[in-house]
């Protein structure tokens, strides 16, 4: 049985740092893509960001561009997010995802290309 588990969440200010990791087990790892997503409360769940399979690629929404860095260890089974100068609006649940191997660059942001999830792990960025 797969299993993802998210650890790394808490508080912060505005403009600190946190990491997040995800540590999968129970399936081949270096055959799935791993992504991160977000739900703030009273929002749908969002594409945060995605490594693929190949760890050759890293996609970034707009929002997290140039201050979230994701990595990926196959070695450990694990993903990181670096998360640097949060905002407020970074405020959400992180859950982690992973994906069977997918060509595709666009499946990537869509939450239906992911079968396995964590259970989420609370960030809160105060001003």
């Known amino acids: 049985q797969a299993q993802l588990v998210e650890s790394g969440g808490g508080s912060v200010q505005v403009g600190g740092s946190l990491r997040l990791s995800c540590a999968a087990s129970g399936l081949t790892f270096s055959n799935y893509g791993m992504g991160w997503f977000r739900q703030a409360p009273g929002k749908e769940r969002e594409f945060v960001v995605a490594?693929?399979?190949?760890?050759?690629?890293?996609y970034y929404s707009d929002s997290v561009k140039g201050r979230f860095t994701m990595s990926r260890d196959n070695a450990k089974n694990t993903v990181s997010l670096q998360m640097d100068s949060l905002k407020p609006e970074d405020t959400a649940v992180y859950y982690c995802a992973a994906a069977w191997r997918t060509y595709s660059s666009a499946h990537y942001y869509d939450d239906r290309t992911y079968a396995y999830w964590g259970q989420g792990t609370q960030v809160t960025v105060s001003s």
């Open positions: 490594v693929t399979w190949s760890g050759q690629h890293i």
